[in-house]
């Protein structure tokens, strides 16, 4: 059974750093690329980063680009997003999710909560 | 940057009926659009990938259908549990990714 469990989440102060983390286990992860989705409070979804298998190709939205970093471990199956300079718009549910074009998993999510 | 717009936003339809709902994209994305379902608490669950294929474990009940800029998701006969919110998805032309902003299928 495909599982992905995102931890790492929690609430930091705007201008802080947190670092997500997503277990992936019951297929071969570094056979498939990796995402992370987000989802603001009551809001949609919102792709925010994507990275290949073998992490040598990454994307970002414009929204997170110079300020988050995607990276993955494949020894470990193990997708990572490292977040700095985080404001209130960073606020919301991040999911990580497999794909194959489209989501076809994904985890329950990690909430960041964005606050003074 | 390829935007979305789902129609209508929401929904109210009773169990039994058909429901159908639609995903426009600003250009064409080819067969390349995806739907999703996602109940609350839940995280999003595929249901139809390139317009058209039924995910795995997907009813039956459930079809897309489309290509280019217009695309629909039908729903034949409504059950309770299908009830929700469904987002489109494109990824023909990305980065980004992009979503449609959801339709939220209510019980009337």
């Known amino acids: 059974e495909v599982q992905l469990v995102e931890s790492g989440g929690g609430l930091v102060q705007p201008g802080g750093s947190l670092r997500l983390s997503c277990a992936a286990s019951?297929?071969?992860?570094?056979?498939?690329?990796m995402n992370w989705v987000r989802q603001a409070p009551g809001k949609g979804l919102e792709w925010v980063s994507y990275?290949?298998?073998?992490?040598?190709?990454?994307y970002y939205a414009d929204s997170v680009k110079g300020r988050f970093t995607i990276s993955r471990d494949n020894a470990k199956n193990s997708l990572y997003l490292q977040m700095n300079n985080l404001g209130a718009e960073d606020t919301a549910l991040y999911y990580c999710?497999?794909?194959?074009?489209?989501?076809?998993?994904w985890g329950q999510g990690t909430l960041v909560t964005v606050s003074s | 940057e390829i935007v979305l717009t789902q129609s209508p936003a929401t929904l109210s339809l009773s169990p039994g009926e058909r429901a159908t709902l639609s995903c426009r994209a600003s250009?064409?994305?080819?067969?390349?659009l995806a739907w999703y379902q996602q109940k609350p608490g839940q995280a999003p669950r595929l249901l139809i990938y390139?317009?058209?294929k039924r995910a795995t474990g997907i009813p039956a009940r459930f079809s897309g259908s489309g290509s280019g800029t217009d695309f629909t998701l039908t729903i034949s006969s409504l059950e309770p549990e299908d009830f929700a919110v469904y987002y489109c998805?494109?990824?023909?032309?990305?980065?980004?990714?992009?979503f449609g902003q959801g339709t939220r299928l209510e019980i009337k």
């Open positions: 990275i290949s298998t073998r992490g040598s190709t990454i």
């Open positions: 390139d317009a058209s």
């Open positions: 999710a497999r794909s194959e074009g489209t989501f076809d998993y």
């Open positions: 998805q494109q990824r023909d032309n990305w980065p980004p990714i992009t």
């Open positions: 250009q064409s994305v080819g067969s390349y």
């Open positions: 019951g297929f071969t992860f570094r056979s498939y690329e």
